[in-house]
């Protein structure tokens, strides 16, 4: 193939889009949404990032500002875990609206993650949010489709892919021309987002963050980018396929339909018909009946541990737990929390395999369908996926084990067994040592290895697309 021939009848491509006026208004529409979109993500991000740190802080001081104290009643105070959105939420915002932000931990108890947008908003929500991403999954395929439906078919109507070939222009260089040319005029919508997107990640991300932001943007680039390849050649090779220009059109419009709306709507429905979850009193009900099967550390005359009693005095040789060097007290709370805690986790696991597997159904439709790989990839590398929510949740959770074991511990060590050898309480200051949390995303590595379908479907994606339009063009019909 000549690289000049398929240069220029990708260039006459975009000189023919671009005298059309359908080009014209979909520019000025474009630019319209990616300003509505990119100001309203970044509002979005930023005030929701200033709100949940703020919040944050404050629930630190008034952690750190209670007075002396027994800390078995600093465990059930408790305190807060908010989740910071992360810089590119504001590009594709996923799954944030639906899932909490916010969660509390206290002692024996692993409490839901609240505060959804979702739940504080209108059912208008469920229909969607305009977002940069918004715009190249759902719109841009569109215009893709749109500016290339007539590419080859209507040059066949006309007679002119004819005269083409007669003036001695191959076939795959008349394929590739045209496929290069409608893959960089959505190149062009491509650049104006991710230029946004990057001004985004230069004014937030700090430090290590910034590597990381970087990294995700350049895998969200390119993903788009392929993303788009598989489009153009879909859509070149429908066009090629189709007897009229019509014809094209009418199948592009329904690959669209299936692509972006039957086809994960269905699969939703079909992996929740095929999985079903419990419901959140089912789920409550349940941990509650393994919690009693399993003893209440709060009770002295339950059997557990009543025989954990008899077994401690026992290995330390003593007849009352007045006499154990350490505080009876919070030694069984600190059992009764580890148990608890283990019951939860149970119940949690199992519930999230559920999730996994209907979460699997659609992932791996990534093979039929490129638009999932490429909206799994999106909330993934932007954080805003459930993955990166779950992580969240098991970071809040590992910090309330250790804030519950740590009160315990200062029982243990600090609280006299005999009432009257001593107070109750202890120094405050002790609250002061205690970290506050802080979260940290889920690293680039893991993500890809999360998401490891996602990105080998649309590699397969791009490889059949190039196999295909190599083999249509040695049998492409001039007639």
Do not use: C
């Not at 919040?55 to 750190?64: K, T, Y």
């Not at 949010?129 to 569109?142: D, T």
């Amino acid at each position: 193939m000549r690289k000049r021939v398929i240069y220029l009848l990708g260039t006459q491509l975009w000189r023919d889009a671009f005298r059309s006026k359908v080009m014209q208004v979909a520019l000025g529409l474009m630019i319209f949404l990616l300003v509505f979109s990119a100001y309203s993500g970044w509002e979005n991000y930023h005030d929701q990032n200033y709100s949940r740190d703020l919040i944050q802080d404050e629930v630190q001081e008034s952690w750190e500002n209670n007075p002396d104290k027994h800390p078995h009643r600093m465990a059930h105070y408790g305190s807060f875990a908010l989740r910071l959105k992360h810089v590119l939420s504001a590009f594709d915002l996923g799954m944030e609206n639906f899932v909490g932000n916010a969660v509390f931990l206290e002692a024996h108890k692993q409490n839901t993650v609240n505060f959804s947008e979702a739940s504080m908003s209108t059912g208008l929500l469920r229909f969607g949010e305009v977002s940069l991403a918004m715009l190249l999954k759902v719109i841009v395929p569109l215009l893709i489709f749109y500016l290339g439906f007539a590419t080859i078919a209507r040059e066949r109507e006309n007679g002119t892919l004819k005269l083409l070939i007669g003036q001695g222009i191959k076939r795959k260089e008349i394929t590739f021309g045209k496929w290069l040319g409608l893959f960089g005029l959505s190149m062009i919508f491509l650049f104006s987002i991710f230029i946004v997107v990057f001004s985004f990640v230069l004014i937030e991300s700090h430090g290590g963050l910034f590597a990381d932001s970087v990294l995700r943007f350049v895998v969200l680039f390119v993903s788009y980018a392929l993303f788009f390849a598989i489009l153009s050649a879909i859509t070149i090779l429908v066009s090629a396929l189709s007897k009229t220009a019509k014809g094209a059109l009418v199948k592009l419009l329904g690959i669209w339909l299936l692509f972006v709306i039957i086809v994960p709507k269905s699969l939703q429905a079909m992996g929740y018909y095929l999985y079903p979850t419990p419901s959140k009193i089912e789920m409550e009900t349940s941990v509650e009946h393994d919690l009693i099967q399993q003893g209440d550390s709060h009770n002295p005359d339950d059997p557990h541990f009543k025989a954990l009693k008899d077994s401690v005095l026992l290995v330390h040789q003593v007849d009352k737990v007045e006499d154990l060097p350490f505080n009876y007290g919070g030694f069984i709370m600190a059992q009764g929390e580890k148990l608890s805690t283990t019951i939860y986790n149970k119940h949690e696991e199992r519930l999230y395999q559920v999730y996994q597997k209907q979460n699997d159904l659609e992932r791996y439709s990534a093979f039929v369908n490129p638009y999932t790989a490429i909206k799994n990839l999106s909330m993934a590398f932007s954080g805003t996926d459930f993955r990166s929510f779950l992580h969240f949740k098991a970071k809040a959770e590992a910090y309330r084990y250790h804030l519950a074991q740590e009160m315990n511990q200062l029982q243990m060590d600090l609280i006299p067994n005999m009432v009257k050898a001593g107070p109750e309480v202890i120094s405050n200051s002790y609250w002061k040592e205690f970290p506050p949390f802080e979260y940290s995303f889920l690293t680039v590595s893991t993500v890809v290895q999360n998401e490891n379908i996602s990105i080998l479907a649309l590699v397969l994606w791009g490889l059949l697309a190039l196999l295909g339009l190599s083999r249509m063009s040695t049998n492409l019909k001039a007639i």
